[in-house]
């Protein structure tokens, strides 16, 4: 049942983040501009901060997931291609899963300003960490969060995480699923709109897992 | 452009004991008077303190505000005209900035 | 220093409800995220009653304009004529060799006519950016120049091969994941589904009618930093959003978006200054 | 300068300053009440409410920075002395106040205010014969945009 529960939030996921939409993609073949060219252009778009130009890599999974407008216009095949992909990019804790601090959680996932340095002006270092995870997720009752992602109020709550079974080792397999959904998404929703934050380094192994206790702990706000 | 600025709009024309809208938006910061967190020091805030309207140099309405007020503050007031003339704002600030706009309006 | 020191404090004022000091009532956890983006809306047509405080800037920007020579530019209609310049932007220009919107060509006449070097223009150009209650003469200018299209509708040449090259690879620019947090533009403003970014609706490229309402209202007057944003500024922010490196105006990056933005805008009125958040 | 950390520093000395107040014993008068009291020179639950002030404000407010306020008045001018907009919450309450002649013809003003959380705003019209009337709404004051 609370599987059942479960697997329908990450239904919720996968349709909610970008909806149905059958047209294909067709720029590619239509426009007669190649690659190379957008390329170029994107290059010519920003600073040339040699510190920074590694961001304008674009690795295996993106480049799949660019010919699609959408992850419904997307052929079984290529999902399938990401998944087997992502599925080598997660790495676990040194000290395997168990639960970290929610507190160190709430801070990342309130934090807007990870990774989004620009020479221009504002405060935000380059070394800066967060997920900013309010802006597409509602996580605590009464906090004001965006609906591009699911609503995630309650979830350790509606998952079945209790104090008694957190953990066992069905509690802990529980963290462990959601921690390598914001470890690196695409292992389970291919091209979704949630970033890699493990995979790009962007929060490290520590991180996630205090930002997955956060959403779980049955003593998180998120479940209050 | 300076602190200050500021754009006052009227209908061109209006009939005689008309209630018209006098609006305008004057260029300022607008910020308020307030305490450092950490020092407790008060930081002084810059903000308009005063606004007159006149018709035909004659003080129809005056507005006393604060740092409360949005920066590039947007103010409508009401006015009833009897005859063609002049619409005149007069403001000032905290830290002695004293401006005034006028408009033109034509009664039937 | 000072000024944006206070003004910033304000912003914290605004920003302390993020920080969940708030406290929220009962009746309101009742209102669904549908209602509450309803409700968004309706607090930003309230906001654009009256007279924009972006008016104030084109003031500004027609001295500006003749301070810098630019009624020698050629937006295209011909030496200093603005009046629905911004509508058939972006355009090819034989004189560039390319194609260009509004503010890149602006930033080429300000080389041309008011002797100024390419990083002159970058700085000219960016003076505002990352501040508050800034008044620039770039945005000014920009203000200025877009106003004298308001009434008119965009209408971008996609006829002209030039056109349509930049305009499709901008498509595919938005299109283009990237970065270490894998957006592209379409991350946030494609789909069907209405979805908000915390409280702010966004608009989607895919719902008939949105790019152009989205586009045609810039530059925009943003209340939460008390001045205009101009569309290379929307650019470089939805960037530094997306977390990719600093965003560089006038490039050919914001001449593809631009044309493919614009592109897809064709036939909406132009009405400048928009308002919002 | 470093804005994000003004930003930060703004929103703890406003939960200072609001939050203030909630920790004092019941019968300690709210900031709101003190200024009342200091401005108007009445008590604020002396005041009455009534339908013939129109205040309109939104419900929800995507920023703090900037929220439209317009209050209309069924009340002929000629009665009406002053009127007051007051946020209950403000580190200041007080916002700004209007004295209307009857050259003014109505009794009306829109503006745009600040908001540092959800709040009551209250639009009082002090009369000319010393009585003091309001209207009162609440506007929730959210966050916008990617942070």
């Given amino acids: 049942m609370r599987k059942a529960l479960f697997l329908g939030l990450l239904a919720i996921g996968l349709v909610g983040i970008s909806p149905a939409q059958q047209k294909k993609h067709t720029t590619k073949k239509e426009a007669g501009v190649r690659p190379e060219e957008v390329r170029q252009v994107i290059l010519s778009g920003f600073e040339q901060d040699p510190r920074f130009l590694w961001k304008l890599e674009q690795d295996e999974s993106q480049r799949i997931c660019s010919q699609y407008p959408s992850r419904e216009a997307m052929p079984a095949q290529a999902i399938q291609k990401v998944i087997e992909l992502e599925n080598k990019h997660i790495t676990y804790p040194q000290w395997g899963i168990f639960w970290g601090d929610w507190k160190e959680g709430k801070k990342l996932a309130e934090s807007p300003r990870g990774g989004r340095y620009a020479s221009y002006g504002f405060s935000d270092k380059p070394t800066d960490k967060g997920g900013n995870c309010y802006a597409c997720h509602l996580i605590e009752k009464g906090v004001p969060g965006g609906t591009m992602g699911p609503q995630l109020t309650g979830y350790g709550k509606r998952y079945g995480i209790t104090k008694e079974n957190m953990n066992t080792p069905e509690g802990l397999e529980k963290l462990k699923t959601v921690y390598k959904i914001v470890y690196n998404s695409w292992h389970a929703f291919p091209c979704s709109a949630m970033p890699r934050f493990g995979y790009h380094g962007a929060l490290s192994p520590e991180d996630v897992i205090n930002i997955a206790t956060y959403l779980l702990h049955p003593e998180s706000p998120v479940n209050k | ?108 | 220093m000072r000024k944006i020191l206070l003004t910033s404090a304000v912003f914290g004022l605004a920003c302390a409800g993020f920080l969940g000091y708030q406290t929220v009532k009962a009746q309101d956890q009742e209102l669904s995220p549908e209602e509450e983006i309803r409700l968004v809306q309706e607090f930003n047509r309230m906001m654009a009653e009256g007279i924009n405080p972006g008016e104030l800037w084109a003031e500004m920007g027609k001295e500006a304009f003749k301070k810098y020579n630019l009624d020698k530019c050629d937006f295209g209609l011909g030496p200093g004529k603005i009046e629905g310049a911004l509508a058939q932007l972006p355009r090819y220009f034989p004189d560039a060799k390319r194609v260009m919107d509004l503010e890149t060509r602006i930033g080429w006449c300000l080389q041309k006519y008011a002797g100024m070097t390419p990083e002159q223009v970058k700085k000219f150009a960016t003076q505002c950016w990352g501040k508050s209650q800034c008044m620039g003469e770039y945005d000014a200018i920009v203000m200025y120049v877009s106003m004298a299209s308001n009434g008119q509708k965009i209408n971008v040449n996609l006829k002209d091969p030039q056109v349509k090259r930049m305009y499709e690879i901008g498509k595919q620019i938005y299109y283009t994941r990237l970065g270490p947090w894998d957006f592209n533009c379409a991350t946030c403003h494609a789909g069907q589904r209405e979805a908000r970014i915390r409280a702010t609706k966004l608009w989607s490229i895919d719902r008939p009618g949105e790019a152009g309402q989205a586009v045609s209202i810039f530059p925009k007057y943003l209340v939460r930093w008390s001045q205009p944003m101009t569309m290379h500024y929307r650019y470089a922010e939805c960037m530094r959003q997306m977390r990719w490196p600093t965003f560089e105006p006038h490039s050919d990056l914001a001449v593809a978006l631009s044309a493919f933005l614009y592109g897809t805008a064709n036939g909406t009125e132009i009405k400048v200054p928009g308002i919002g958040r | ?147």
């Fill in chain 2, 1 to 108: 452009m300076a602190t200050g600025t500021a754009i006052v709009r009227v209908p061109k024309e209006a009939q005689k004991g008309q209630v018209i809208r006098v609006q305008m938006v004057i260029t300022h910061p607008m910020t308020p008077t307030r305490r450092d967190p950490q020092t407790g020091q008060e930081i002084p805030g810059h903000f308009l303190t005063k606004l007159q309207l006149f018709y035909n140099d004659q003080l129809v309405s005056e507005m006393n505000m604060g740092g409360g007020v949005s920066a590039n503050p947007f103010i409508a007031l009401p006015l009833k005209v009897e005859s063609s003339g002049v619409i005149k704002i007069v403001y000032e600030d905290n830290k002695g900035g004293k401006w005034e706009k006028t408009a033109e309006i034509t009664v039937k």
């Fill in chain 4, 1 to 147: 300068m470093d804005r994000r950390r003004f930003l930060l520093l703004g929103a703890v000395a406003v939960a200072g300053l609001t939050f203030a107040p909630a920790i004092k014993p019941a019968f300690a008068v709210s900031k709101l009440e003190e200024e009342i009291k200091k401005r108007l020179g009445v008590e604020l639950n002396a005041i009455k409410e009534t339908a013939e002030i129109k205040l309109t404000v939104p419900t929800i407010a995507e920023s703090g920075a900037n929220v439209p306020i317009t209050v209309e008045a069924d009340i002929p001018v000629e009665k009406v002395e002053r009127l007051w907009i007051f946020v209950d919450k403000n580190p200041t309450p007080w916002i700004a106040d209007v004295k209307f002649t009857p050259q003014n013809g109505q009794v009306f003003l829109s503006t745009r205010i600040k908001m540092g959380e959800t709040s009551n705003v209250r639009a009082i019209l002090q009369l000319k014969d010393g009585t003091f009337v309001m209207a009162t709404k609440e506007v929730k004051v959210t966050v916008g945009g990617c942070g």
